[in-house]
């Protein structure tokens, strides 16, 4: 399971190797003198003029290479503008993404590029790309990375980086070691969701019985939800499999009084005890799977 990004969630790293892992991890895995990704092929766009159109918009940005404007909920709508004053743009290839960001405007270190409207014409909109290597950040490489000290982090706001989860988590709680941006496989682009992993079960506890965490950085401050990371490949804590043929549990309780997986004789065992009855099972959600993009590239 490579739920870090790291080939092995045990691996130890050392200072001077931080660098060279992060680099690594922005590669992700190409072969030696093949060109390295920078950035994810999804791009946001803010700041549009209300009336510009799905068209106007592919027609400002067509020069970088051959790409698809889309928006939440496009499909559903049947529009062809974006009602909210931004989109996303689906580069074809990463290069585009590279492209355009070296051509952009940089002021006050956010990027510009003009768009024209009907009724508006080269209005600078705000360009934000995710850099790659935003995605994974290693805290402390000192310490082995523990899937069973790891938290969820649900709700993170998109432009969060990896770093910027890891010092705001380690201010509340301490001992993290590591964060992580979930990104789509497809497109690599953050899921609105991400993994802190600690040094300590002290750390690790303190996140979890909070369950609500307020992210502030910059201009983002948001209250999202912490949880346990639950694995799928984990055998019961109680029987190892004894009792239920060898399978993986499929169940975790997060009360600080067990913070184990069970599988279903020994849920039921276990907590028909007095004062564990009214414990909740966490379920592991399923895997992401790539998905073919249903789009024609403009």
């Given at each position: 399971?490579?739920?870090?990004?790291?080939?092995?969630?045990?691996?130890?790293?050392?200072?001077?190797?931080?660098?060279?892992?992060?680099?690594?991890?922005?590669?992700?895995?190409?072969?030696?003198?093949?060109?390295?990704?920078?950035?994810?092929?999804?791009?946001?766009?803010?700041?549009?003029?209300?009336d510009?159109?799905?068209?106007?918009?592919?027609?400002a940005?067509?020069?970088?290479?051959?790409?698809?404007?889309?928006?939440?909920?496009?499909?559903?709508?049947k529009?062809?503008?974006?009602?909210?004053?931004?989109?996303?743009l689906?580069?074809?290839?990463?290069?585009?993404?590279?492209?355009?960001?070296?051509s952009?405007?940089?002021?006050?270190?956010k990027?510009?590029?003009?768009?024209?409207?009907?009724?508006?014409?080269?209005?600078?909109?705000?360009?934000?790309?995710?850099?790659?290597?935003?995605?994974?950040?290693?805290?402390?490489?000192?310490?082995?990375?523990?899937?069973?000290?790891?938290?969820?982090?649900?709700?993170?706001?998109?432009?969060?980086?990896?770093?910027?989860?890891?010092?705001?988590?380690?201010?509340?709680?301490?001992g993290?070691?590591y964060?992580?941006?979930?990104?789509?496989p497809?497109?690599?682009?953050?899921?609105?969701a991400?993994?802190?992993a600690?040094?300590?079960q002290?750390s690790?506890?303190?996140?979890?019985?909070?369950?609500?965490?307020?992210?502030?950085h910059?201009?983002?401050?948001?209250?999202?939800?912490?949880?346990?990371?639950?694995?799928?490949?984990?055998?019961?804590?109680e029987?190892?499999?004894?009792?239920?043929?060898?399978?993986?549990?499929?169940?975790?309780?997060?009360?600080?009084?067990?913070?184990?997986y069970?599988?279903e004789?020994?849920?039921?065992q276990?907590?028909?005890?007095?004062?564990?009855?009214?414990h909740?099972?966490?379920?592991?959600?399923?895997?992401?799977?790539?998905?073919?993009?249903?789009?024609?590239?403009?």
């Amino acid at each position: 399971k490579q739920i870090y990004g790291f080939p092995d969630r045990n691996l130890m790293l050392d200072d001077d190797s931080l660098d060279q892992t992060v680099a690594s991890l922005t590669a992700r895995g190409s072969p030696q003198g093949e060109r390295i990704e920078r950035f994810s092929r999804k791009v946001f766009v803010g700041g549009l003029p209300p009336d510009i159109d799905e068209e106007e918009i592919t027609a400002a940005f067509r020069r970088f290479g051959p790409l698809v404007v889309d928006w939440p909920h496009k499909a559903e709508s049947k529009s062809y503008f974006p009602p909210k004053g931004y989109c996303f743009l689906l580069f074809q290839d990463e290069m585009s993404v590279q492209a355009l960001v070296e051509s952009c405007i940089l002021d006050d270190d956010k990027l510009y590029w003009c768009v024209s409207s009907p009724t508006m014409k080269d209005k600078p909109v705000q360009i934000r790309p995710w850099t790659l290597s935003d995605s994974d950040f290693v805290m402390d490489g000192s310490q082995p990375l523990d899937p069973r000290k790891t938290i969820f982090v649900g709700g993170v706001p998109r432009p969060l980086r990896a770093v910027e989860l890891a010092m705001i988590m380690d201010r509340l709680y301490g001992g993290v070691c590591y964060a992580g941006i979930d990104t789509d496989p497809e497109l690599k682009y953050p899921k609105g969701a991400g993994r802190v992993a600690f040094s300590n079960q002290q750390s690790y506890i303190a996140a979890i019985s909070a369950r609500f965490v307020q992210l502030q950085h910059g201009e983002i401050d948001k209250r999202v939800e912490v949880k346990p990371y639950v694995l799928d490949d984990q055998m019961c804590d109680e029987c190892h499999g004894a009792r239920c043929g060898g399978k993986f549990a499929p169940f975790f309780c997060a009360n600080v009084t067990c913070l184990q997986y069970y599988c279903e004789h020994c849920w039921a065992q276990i907590h028909s005890r007095p004062g564990r009855e009214f414990h909740k099972p966490l379920v592991k959600e399923g895997a992401d799977r790539p998905r073919a993009v249903p789009f024609r590239w403009c």
